[in-house]
């Protein structure tokens, strides 16, 4: 139960900022940057972590899109950074969807065993220019 309530208090927290930033409208890109543990993902284990995350349009209808990869970029300050993925949502409301369904966590709970350290969310409002 305090975990549905830190999910709920979350969701209200982001609704709350992005409404104080007037970033309310439009598509929603969802990042999160990894450094994944060395050598703790096999080759099977990396499938089964690439295909849950690419299940999770089929699981959540309001994930529009979703990409990941590998950083393979020569930049010094990626710093240990090894993994991104990417999540689109129609706007706030569905990407608010995706935080609260059961299909996050459970991706989230496939996932931790191998993070050994990672960003914090990086919520990104698509603003086509003029």
Not at 52 to 76: H, M, Q, R
Request: aromatic share 12%.
């Amino acid at each position: 139960m305090a975990a549905v309530a830190a999910l709920v208090a979350g969701c209200a927290f982001a609704v709350g900022y992005r409404a104080a930033k007037g970033a309310t409208r439009g598509p929603v890109h969802h990042f999160m940057i990894f450094v994944l543990k060395a050598g703790a993902m096999t080759p099977e284990d990396t499938k089964t972590v690439e295909e849950a995350f690419l299940a999770l349009p089929s699981k959540v209808p309001s994930v529009e899109g979703c990409e990941w990869g590998a950083n393979i970029g020569p930049w010094p300050d990626s710093g240990r950074s090894t993994h991104c993925f990417l999540l689109s949502f129609r706007d706030a409301k569905a990407h608010d969807e995706f935080l609260a369904h059961p299909a996050h966590k459970e991706f989230r709970d496939l996932l931790e065993p191998y993070v050994n350290y990672h960003s914090h969310p990086f919520d990104v409002v698509y603003v086509p220019q003029e």
